[in-house]
């Protein structure tokens, strides 16, 4: 189930909602069954088949936590049984969403023609691995302690508003809530509002940047152009934040409509001034996850200088590999780990004594780029799109249809650009503190956009449900 | 009493990878297809079923009547009656390896619902088809089919994948 869908909007969540709020906040417990059963309904719907792999991770995890936990009381180290839960952990979504991948490569290695059938990627599987995983090494290094009740582990791992795109939240930042909660008409305000600003993100520019885009990419070569190229990149790279950040608005807003409180996933990172800057705003749950469980038991930046690097590759592989089973996205990594490893050890000090606007231009030009190979279906398709972005073999540098699409969507660019960075929610706040009804106004009117496109649009879910 | 906790703890584990495994057989056994090129499903379907009797529609066509963006797909395969009251059509949808089809599932069936609502009061034989429907998911394919008789097509799909 998508949340800009209408059946989530106004059938799902209103009667999630009745009932949980009719359940007096004395019962938690009660609160917390009808959220279980909610978040299972809602895993279940389109793919019920995979609802058992979501319970069994359920059980599985909860059941692991405890023996990591009881084997270490016993004067054990735990560490077997961290091993087996990871490698089943990693099994379970290695099958469903490397498996493919693994046999294409082997295929075109050996040349041999083996058939297989690439199973459909059960809807947020990377997602709750990741944190299942980030509470077995939690677990297992102490830092909390297992879950007694399983279905507050369930709660946990399977809870709606973050389940299938994330934010990926660690158990011990919602342990407490678990227990314990507040649910206030401010913070049910607050969220649905965040709900709504998510929405708007999704249905009205995202979905606008997007139709800009494919209609960029389905051009023949023949009408394809320098600067046509880059309208359709620049266009991806705001259909993805807007995509993404009002997905995770979205997830925010409905937990804290509940009394949860997710942290951050997004910092306007289309503002940084360098690559490094980009990754502390962008997807911060994902980098996060793999800075504590992967960069920092490497040894993180404490070790010689070639050690760091390979960290750093290992890292941003890892992280490529995380968003695809496909090597655009492995390339997509790696990229970023060079630039990463270019900015730390040689040209950071430099940038960072550059114009601002330059340091802008810097990280945007390169973030571009790298949405390129994000967003192509192969290698090959990325290498040729930025060849015609960077005038090897474009046809032209600027063509009539180039002008066409700059007259007719310069504005919306703009005005994308614009509400990508801080200043529109600094407006925002200022307008809610002299106005209340005004913002009211302004909520509800996209609310009814939203609601009206949805209703005349196609199914259009989100670009990270496929990870 | 150490070695029956360890024992029993070693059960349970055998337990649960065996269950996982069996799943995860079963799952890839239902879901089991082979690749084959568009082409050759149209032509099964051609050579063994009525559907050329059908017309068949473009991607624009695909939006307009199934909500579908064949953008978003590796290929499809859609044919709709020439008759305006007619309601056979016949889908076949490709999803990239590993791509989810309930949207797409979703839109079939979404599809059916509404063909139903609008014949319902004056066509019985068409809300009777409708109601026969077939909407499956196989591998990396979804199929569709409002007919006489659907099972022919599905048959015709089934054996060339």
Same mark, same amino acid.
């Given at each position: ?23 007096? #906040? ?87 023609? &083996?058939?297989? %059938? ?45 389940? &299938? ?74 259909? &993805? ?47 996060? *996850? ?23 590759? $290992? ?5 490529? !590999? ?9 390339? *997509? ?44 279906? %192969? ?27 700059? #007259? ?31 913002? !009211? ?16 649009? /196609? ?9 | ?7 029993? /703890?070693? $059960? ?9 495994? &069996? ?21 099964? !379907? ?70 139903? %609502? ?11 088809? !409708?109601?026969?429907? $077939? ?27």
């Amino acid at each position: 189930m998508l949340f800009s869908s209408i059946i989530f909007l106004f059938y799902f969540l209103p009667i999630v909602l009745v009932v949980y709020f009719a359940i007096p #906040r004395r019962y938690l417990r009660a609160r917390n069954m009808v959220l279980l059963i909610a978040s299972l309904f809602f895993y279940s719907w389109g793919e019920p088949v995979y609802l058992f792999l979501m319970v069994y991770s359920i059980f599985f995890n909860y059941f692991m936590a405890i023996q990591i936990f009881n084997e270490q009381r016993r004067g054990g180290t735990g560490r077997k049984n961290l091993l087996f839960t990871l490698i089943i952990n990693l099994f379970i979504l290695g099958f469903f969403k490397y498996f493919g991948f693994l046999m294409d490569t082997f295929n075109s290695l050996t040349g041999l023609h &083996i058939h297989y %059938t690439a199973l459909s990627l059960p809807i947020g599987i990377s997602f709750y691995t990741f944190q299942a995983l980030s509470y077995i090494f939690d677990v297992y290094k102490k830092t909390v302690r297992p879950q007694q009740n399983p279905l507050k582990f369930g709660l946990y791992l399977s809870l709606f508003p973050q389940l &299938i795109a994330g934010p990926i939240v660690k158990y011990r930042d919602v342990a407490e809530q678990l227990v314990y909660r507040e649910t206030t008409k401010e913070k049910f305000g607050q969220g649905a509002i965040r709900f709504m600003f998510g929405l708007g993100k999704k249905v009205l520019p995202a979905n606008y940047f997007g139709a800009l885009n494919t209609g960029v990419v389905g051009l023949p070569d023949s009408k394809s152009a320098v600067v046509t190229a880059w309208i359709g990149a620049v266009a991806y790279t705001l259909q &993805i934040y807007f995509d993404f950040s009002g997905y995770s608005d979205m997830a925010i807003g409905l937990g804290k409509m509940f009394g949860f409180d997710f942290l951050e996933n997004f910092n306007y990172p289309y503002i940084a001034r360098s690559v490094t800057d980009f990754w502390r705003r962008w997807h911060m749950s994902l980098s996060g *996850w793999f800075r504590e469980y992967v960069y920092i038991p490497l040894g993180g930046n404490r070790v010689t200088v070639p050690r760091h690097i390979l960290n750093l590759m $290992i890292v941003w592989g890892l992280t490529g !590999l995380w968003h695809g089973a496909a090597w655009n996205f492995v390339f *997509w990594g790696l990229y970023y780990g060079v630039l990463l490893v270019i900015e730390k050890y040689l040209i950071g000090k430099y940038i960072a004594k550059a114009p601002v606007w330059v340091q802008h231009v810097y990280a945007m030009v390169i973030v571009i780029i790298g949405w390129v190979f994000f967003s192509s279906a %192969t290698l090959g398709k990325a290498m040729d799109t930025l060849s015609i972005m960077f005038g090897v073999g474009a046809p032209a540098f600027i063509n009539m249809h180039t002008i066409y699409l700059l #007259r007719t969507n310069i504005l919306l660019l703009i005005a994308g650009v614009l509400v990508s960075g801080p200043r529109p929610m600094e407006k925002f706040r200022k307008l809610e503190e002299r106005s209340p009804i005004l913002c !009211l106004v302004c909520i509800f009117a996209i609310l009814v956009l939203s609601t009206a496109c949805l209703i005349y649009s /196609s199914y259009n879910p989100f670009l990270y449900f496929r990870f | 009493m150490k070695t029956i906790v360890k024992n029993s /703890s070693l $059960i349970l584990k055998i337990i649960l990878t065996a269950v996982l495994i &069996i799943f995860l057989l079963v799952v890839y056994g239902q879901a089991n297809a082979k690749d084959v090129p568009m082409s050759t499903i149209e032509k099964a !379907l051609t050579s063994s079923t009525d559907i050329q009797q059908m017309h068949k529609c473009s991607s624009r066509e695909l939006m307009e009547f199934m909500s579908i963006d064949a953008s978003q797909y590796k290929g499809f395969i859609y044919y709709k009656s020439k008759n305006a009251l007619g309601v056979e059509e016949v889908l076949v949808l490709k999803a990239a390896r590993g791509q989810s089809l309930s949207g797409a599932e979703d839109a079939a069936e979404s599809r059916i619902d509404s063909q139903i %609502t609008t014949f319902e009061n004056y066509g019985p034989e068409q809300v009777a088809m !409708l109601k026969n429907a $077939i909407v499956v998911k196989k591998g990396q394919y979804l199929f569709y089919c409002t007919a006489k008789n659907p099972d022919k097509y599905e048959e015709a799909f089934n054996h060339v994948i």
